[in-house]
Each structure stands twice: as structure tokens, then as C-alpha cells.
């Protein structure tokens, strides 16, 4: 399975394209759709390079998602896959929503455990908590 055209725009609509690398705020350079991986202070890239960048970067989140053997509709691979590229594979596994979705990827409950992932440090942000809406919104579209 591969991240649909929906998955890759809600993905780009969150992280944003920042053609000069940036300190994140986790203190961590990125540039691009987020893109960390070798990013350096004063470092230029174009859109093309981004997009580059973005579709490497899935390959790692989709193969995270993949590797738990979900049975998913196209929509909840792509909700999972872009919660995986932002909270990361270690967070999706040690997830409870990954263990609802294991057991039945319809859980309507599984909403609510997206939901939780809303807040860095301990303070809800109103940016995670429309992604989090986002991908929930995706996931259970029919």
C-alpha cells in the first residue's frame, strides 16, 4: 500500500513547506515538508527537492504502518501514516490506537485515541489538535 494523493496533501496542508532550514520546536533542523534527516543551519532547497525529500520520507512511515499487518481501507493508511510521520513509528507501536485498530480498524472509538495525541510537553496545541481531527476525520471517511 502507498500513500494516496489525500494522505500526501494532508501530510504537506500541516507540515508546510519551508524551503530554508529551520530550527523546529524541538530544537531539531528540518526544511521541507518536515524533512530532519541531514538538515543544516543556512541549507536552500527547491520545491522539487522538498517533494523529493517527502516522498523518501514516506517510504520509512508507510513501511512503520505496514509492518503491523493492519487490514485498512486506503483512508486509515493514509490517516495512520501521516500521524506516523508526526509523532513518529515508536509512538504509533506503543499506541493504544494502534492496538484498537488491530483488533477492529472500524472501533469508532479509535477517533478518541487520535485525539489524545494532541499536545507537546504537556500543553494541548490547537495545531496538533486540528490534525489530530484531520486524520481522524480521514481515517473513518467512508
Not at 12 to 32: D, M, N, Q, R
Not at 39 to 45: A, Y
Request: hydrophobic share 35%.
Amino acid at each position: 500500500m502507498k500513500t494516496s494523493e489525500a494522505g500526501l496533501n494532508l501530510i504537506k496542508s500541516f507540515e508546510g513547506l519551508k524551503l530554508e532550514s529551520y530550527l523546529c520546536p524541538a530544537k531539531v533542523w528540518t526544511i521541507g515538508y518536515g524533512h530532519t534527516q541531514g538538515v543544516k543551519k543556512g541549507q536552500i532547497i527547491s520545491e522539487k527537492h522538498a517533494e523529493s525529500l517527502l516522498k523518501g520520507d514516506l517510504l520509512i512511515y508507510e513501511k512503520a504502518v505496514l509492518s503491523h499487518n493492519l487490514k485498512l481501507n486506503q483512508n486509515q493508511f493514509d490517516a495512520l501514516v501521516s500521524f506516523t510521520y508526526n509523532v513518529g513509528p515508536g509512538n504509533l507501536a506503543k499506541s493504544t490506537l494502534l492496538r484498537k485498530a488491530k483488533i477492529n480498524p472500524d472501533d469508532s472509538t479509535i477517533r478518541d485515541e487520535f485525539m489524545k495525541w494532541d499536545k507537546a510537553k504537556g500543553k494541548t496545541l490547537a495545531g496538533l489538535t486540528r490534525r489530530r481531527k484531520a486524520e481522524a476525520d480521514l481515517y473513518f471517511k467512508v
